[in-house]
C-alpha cells in the first residue's frame, strides 16, 4: 500500500504541474477544517507502517529527520519506511501475536495489549484510514486516479 501511495502522489505531482497548480495548494488540501492535510496523512501512515511493525518485533520505533513539505520529501519518507521495514528480520515476526505491548497514548495513561489485537484493532485500521484519506483528497482535488491505483500490486 505504500508503493501504491507513493504512485499516487507520483501522479498528484504530475497533475500540479501539468495544471500549474502549486503543490502546497494539493499537499494542504483537507477534506474538512479539522482534519489534517494530504501530507499529514502520508506523514501518518508511514509512522503507523514503521512503527507497529516495529513494535511487534521489539526493536526501536524510527524516527524520521526533515520536513514532509513537497512531493520528494513525502517519496522520501515512503522510501524510508518501506527500506525500515524491509530491514526487518522475517523471523523476528514469529510470536509477536502474542506478544504483549504497551501503548501510551497520553499521559498518564497506559494501555497494554496483545500483538494480534494491536495489529487488527488498531494498528492496520490506522495506516488504512490515513492512506484511503491521502488517495480521497487527491481524488477530490481532480487528480485522476482510481482503485487500481489505491490497491497497486498485491
Wanted: proline fraction near 5%.
Amino acid at each position: 500500500m505504500l508503493t501504491a501511495l507513493s504512485g499516487v502522489l507520483a501522479k498528484a505531482e504530475a497533475h500540479a504541474t501539468e495544471r500549474k497548480i502549486d503543490p502546497p495548494a494539493l499537499l494542504q488540501a483537507r477534506l474538512f477544517p479539522d482534519m489534517f492535510p494530504l501530507a499529514r496523512q502520508v506523514q501518518i501512515a508511514c509512522d503507523f507502517a514503521g512503527s507497529v511493525s516495529a513494535r511487534l518485533v521489539g526493536v526501536a520505533v524510527p524516527a524520521y529527520e526533515g520536513g514532509d513539505a513537497t512531493f520528494a520529501e513525502l517519496q522520501q519518507r515512503i522510501a524510508a519506511t518501506l527500506a525500515f521495514i524491509g530491514g526487518l528480520d522475517a523471523a523476528a515476526f514469529e510470536g509477536s501475536e502474542e506478544r504483549e505491548l504497551v501503548l501510551r497514548p497520553g499521559t498518564p495513561k497506559e494501555r497494554r495489549i496483545g500483538g494480534r489485537a494491536y495489529l487488527l484493532a488498531y494498528g492496520l485500521p490506522q495506516f488504512f484510514f490515513h492512506v484511503t484519506t491521502a488517495y480521497d483528497l487527491l481524488r477530490h482535488n481532480g487528480v485522476e486516479v482510481g482503485k487500481k491505483d489505491y490497491m497497486g500490486a498485491y
